[in-house]
């Protein structure tokens, strides 16, 4: 049984089968063009995986990112408060840190807390009038069935 050994991109050169090869070898004593293929080491076994796994790699982020939108973008909600709770912090202790900033900062806090009690708690109508303008607000961000 012999087998033919293709030569692929050459359509007028001869084909020669192993045994004529074998042959050809014996009678002029030089080693046949074609190497025989060598086993795959293992490291071109797993470079050959991790090329397949980054060539599939944003199927499989928009699978992930598909089936966990929700809790992704609850997560990314949360860090995102967490960092901007921690800038605007930093931000009030610089300003702290400046002279009689702080203090200025204290007073228009106590302005206003003072100003807010007498506009709006002193009376029972303004608690009133407070109430309602809490209820509009209310309806207007949760809706009518709120």
């Given at each position: ?27 002029t004593g030089d080693v046949p063009l074609l190497a025989p293929p ?109």
């Amino acid at each position: 049984m012999e087998t033919k050994l293709p030569e692929p991109g050459y359509a007028d050169t001869p084909e020669f089968t192993t045994t004529e090869l074998n042959r050809l070898e014996a009678a002029t004593g030089d080693v046949p063009l074609l190497a025989p293929p060598q086993p795959e080491t293992e490291m071109e076994r797993i470079s050959k995986q991790v090329i397949a796994f980054l060539e599939n790699l944003p199927d499989y982020l928009g699978e992930f990112f598909n089936e966990y939108k929700q809790p992704i973008t609850i997560v990314a909600l949360i860090v995102g408060t967490i960092i901007t709770a921690k800038v605007v912090l930093a931000i009030l202790d610089a300003l702290d840190n400046i002279p009689l900033m702080g203090l200025s900062l204290e007073l228009i806090g106590l302005t206003y807390l003072i100003w807010f009690v007498y506009r709006y708690l002193l009376k029972a109508s303004d608690r009133q009038e407070l109430w309602g303008e809490i209820n509009r607000i209310k309806q207007q961000v949760l809706g009518d069935k709120a």
